[in-house]
């Protein structure tokens, strides 16, 4: 989420010669993946939740590393050299297998929402399951590897999108996003017991996965605003920008996020635990826990955009067709949210 919402990270991964390069990078890792599974099909049971998961997320480890190097542009022995093994695991471990199987469970749960039934059905599913997660794991490891490609010729960025920040906010600033957690627990967990007033099963998760969605961005919405200014009332930013703009964020990262969230727990609960639908136990566990989560991370972001500006970083005009910068970043001058546009200097935002 840090490489669509800061600023600095955003600006670094659309400029014109990267997202020309990016596409590559996810048309090619799609077309392998696609022959894999091909080939996996005729070896292996992927008709087995478990067994396509794996093969989704091994495919998805081995292109994360892939595109990471193509993002750094250089060799594995001065990768390993300058990068260390700890990052290469991480990129490997969570950005590959578990992002992987995370977009894999996404996918099967979006299809049984929509009626087509991966225990039913299990080839168009599978497939689409494995492409889909390898093509979204080659674009975020080639982002990652671009920024720290930058960084190591000195482009400084004030935060990496490698979790480090997040666990320092996390040991120093737990009286501030505590209380935002709080709420987001008990929030997405009412949201999603609205599921039990009706009986037909796709229906229900319907219900939770909208009722979590609007409830979770919501929160999410508010946590960014407690994070950007820690030391004022959160209300003083939602007073301060428009409601338009309010709206943008709202949907783009909170609600989207939210649902994307709730749909991978969904996938959990429908093709691992093997069960008919969500109980409204189950919804309420992973209800409360997406909006925690992202009340948390929305905190976070609130709180790097906040360093970003201390640092007196700049943005280019052609990132205000973020719709979250536009609105939250762009326009909410009355809550001390300042954006200088043109293309700055090497250290943009």
Not at 79 to 88: F, H, K, P, Y
Not at 132 to 144: G, H, K, L, M, N
Not at 190 to 216: F, K, P, R, Y
Not at 288 to 313: K, P
Request: proline fraction near 4%.
């Amino acid at each position: 989420m840090a490489l669509r919402v800061l600023p600095s990270l955003s600006l670094a991964v659309t400029e014109d010669s990267v997202r020309k390069k990016k596409r590559i990078v996810m048309f090619v890792p799609g077309l392998v993946a696609f022959a894999v599974y091909r080939v996996a099909k005729l070896l292996l049971p992927l008709s087995e939740p478990i067994v396509l998961l794996i093969v989704s997320g091994l495919v998805s480890l081995v292109t994360a590393l892939l595109a990471y190097r193509v993002g750094r542009s250089t060799v594995w022995s001065k990768i390993v050299r300058e990068d260390g093994s700890r990052l290469l695991l991480w990129i490997g471990g969570w950005i590959g297998f578990v992002y992987g199987v995370q977009l894999s469970l996404l996918v099967l749960a979006l299809l049984w929402l929509v009626g087509y039934d991966y225990l039913k059905h299990p080839d168009g599913p599978a497939m689409m399951a494995i492409i889909i997660s390898c093509t979204s794991v080659a674009r975020d490891a080639f982002e990652i590897g671009h920024v720290q490609k930058m960084v190591l010729m000195g482009r400084p960025f004030p935060t990496f999108p490698n979790g480090t920040a997040l666990r320092r906010m996390v040991g120093d600033l737990a009286m501030g996003f505590v209380p935002w957690v709080g709420i987001g627990l008990i929030v997405g967990a009412l949201g999603a017991s609205l599921g039990h007033l009706v009986e037909a099963t796709q229906v229900a998760a319907l219900i939770q996965l909208s009722a979590v969605a609007v409830l979770g961005g919501g929160v999410a919405l508010c946590a960014y605003f407690g994070g950007l200014r820690p030391q004022a009332s959160w209300t003083q930013g939602l007073v301060q920008t428009k409601t338009k703009e309010l709206l943008k964020y709202w949907w783009w990262p909170g609600l989207s996020f939210a649902a994307t969230y709730y749909l991978v727990a969904a996938g959990f609960v429908v093709f691992l635990l093997r069960q008919p639908g969500i109980p409204t136990s189950y919804a309420m566990v992973s209800g409360g826990f997406v909006a925690g989560t992202m009340a948390l991370y929305c905190y976070f972001l609130g709180f790097r955009r906040q360093v970003e500006e201390q640092q007196g970083h700049t943005m280019s005009s052609a990132l205000l067709r973020c719709p979250f910068v536009m609105g939250i970043l762009g326009k909410s001058t009355g809550a001390g949210i300042s954006v200088t546009a043109g293309s700055g200097s090497g250290s943009k935002v």
